[in-house]
């Protein structure tokens, strides 16, 4: 059957190594996924997994000093890894935008919160600066900040953290991008603000047709603003799909493992089973399956190659040798 899907997002066998005098560490090894316009793709795994190292490779946001980066990463038919540094300056806050973690530091302490809205619009579509000022006005009240107007000339430290947040996502929205990165946005916010938050970007994606990338370690986020889902562990994708076939049905493990861990209405009564062990050290490449000195099904032949992302359906992948005889039995959930 032909392929009509919209594919605005395209990383191929991405490949990240962080080189000191000390060591090395593979913090990605082999990521590959695609990414249509309007979708939102979460991606969910444990601190230190790679997810967030993958986020900030689609804007080469690495340190060159010491990141080695090797793959590809097509964004609208263009390269993002081999763009001379110019053009990767130009994409940066115009075609991919990204929101960070933690807004009090992401924003310079010195100027307010319009002048550094104004000063993106400015650099990337050359409008005078009453525009620009214009632009970021409507973009506060887009992203429902309190007396608007008087926001823009706020600085940052007087600002809540939700409201920090909420400006950020109008900082990255300023130059209309097509692909919007959002690297744990809502870590540092309370529970009320979060889910603020949350139902922010889910209107904004809506309203503005979106393309999202969340990384979150928060299952419960992931599912309220994922329409698919991408499991990693180990600097790897093992788990892939729509977001209602992975969370009803996990075939991975480690997938397993992360929905059994979290507290939900069928879990009442019951003892949460965590996940046992540690993540794996990424001080050398891959040789087997990252998961498999935690994993209750483990037998030799984990142990005796690294496990490919095989396809369970046209839209569904997991990187385990069970995948083969479906689903496995949800060992942490007790069943």
Known sequence: MPDDRDILLDVRDLHVKFVSRERTVHAVNGVSFELERGEVLGILGESGSGKSVTLRSIQKLLPPRNAVLSGSIWLDGEDVLTMPRKQLAELRGSDVSMIFQEPATAFDPVYTIGDQICETIVHHEGISQSEARARALELLELVRIPSAKQRLDTYPHEMSGGMRQRAMIALALSCRPKLLLADEPTTALDATVQIQVLLLLAQLQEELGLSIIFVTHDVGVAIEVSSRLAVMYGGQIVETGPLAEVVQSPVHPYTQGLLA????????????EAIPGSPPNLEAPPTKCTFAPRCPYVEAACTAAVPQLEP????????????????????????
Do not use: K, P, Y
């Not at 861990?261 to 949460?272: E, K, V, W």
């Not at 369970?312 to 995948?323: E, K, N, Y």
């Open 261 to 272: 861990s979290t507290i939900h209405s069928a879990s009442r009564g019951h003892r949460l």
């Open 312 to 335: 369970l359906s046209d839209h569904r992948a997991v990187r385990c040798i069970r995948s083969e005889v479906g689903q496995a039995s949800a060992a942490f959930a007790g069943n």
